[in-house]
């Protein structure tokens, strides 16, 4: 992305949002390759194909699990990182949308935490929608959040970061 290589003609033809995180799998269904973006798309795929417990089987878990990765997918990622933009990123301060998605923020940690005082993690067990919030979650000084205002969510991440390969993917890129 330092070279805009998401901006060439192979890249958007490929993943047509032209963002990461993006995959292809060479050896995707049938022994063919599969492209795909989202990083939803691809934890869901990633752990059917290896069969993973990250994404039960069982259809109850299942649906706990996907419903809490849909959460981040449509509120968590999409206003934590407006919340982003407007604190660190924007020309000048928009005073109107400051508030508004520190507000949502705010309320958005507190179902992390509601949530993280019934279960040890998102969706019960360590799932996929863990492995996308966490991210999310380790930037919360950028969101002007104190995790210790929000304990169960404190737990949370420092068991998630705990993780050998949490703290290897984190690494990436230096």
Same mark, same amino acid.
């Given at each position: ?6 901006? !060439? ?10 963002? $990461?995180?993006? $995959? ?12 795909? /973006?989202? #990083?939803?798309?691809?934890?869901? +795929?990633? =752990? ?13 878990? @299942?649906?706990? !699990?996907?419903?809490?990765?849909? /959460? ?29 998605? @520190? ?19 998102? =969706?019960?067990? +360590? #799932?996929?929608?863990?492995?996308? !919030?966490?991210?999310?979650? =380790? ?6 959040? @104190? ?12 068991? $998630?970061?705990? @993780? ?6 984190? =690494?990436?890129?230096?």
């Amino acid at each position: 992305f330092q070279t805009n290589d998401q901006l !060439t003609p192979e890249f958007v033809g490929t993943f047509p949002n032209n963002k $990461i995180p993006a $995959i292809i799998d060479p050896q995707g269904p049938g022994g063919k390759p599969l492209a795909l /973006f989202e #990083s939803a798309a691809i934890l869901i +795929y990633l =752990a059917e194909k290896s069969g993973s417990p990250l994404l039960p089987a069982d259809p109850a878990a @299942r649906y706990e !699990t996907l419903q809490w990765l849909m /959460f981040q997918m449509g509120g968590v990622g999409p206003m934590f990182g407006q919340t982003h933009h407007f604190l660190r990123y924007a020309p000048e301060p928009v005073p109107y949308a400051i508030e508004r998605y @520190r507000t949502e923020t705010a309320r958005l940690y507190g179902v992390l935490n509601r949530r993280l005082g019934e279960a040890d993690f998102l =969706a019960g067990e +360590y #799932s996929v929608a863990d492995i996308a !919030t966490y991210p999310w979650v =380790a930037r919360h000084e950028w969101h002007d959040i @104190r995790l210790a205002d929000y304990p169960n969510v404190a737990r949370w991440y420092a068991a $998630i970061g705990a @993780r050998p390969a949490v703290q290897r993917g984190m =690494a990436v890129p230096a």
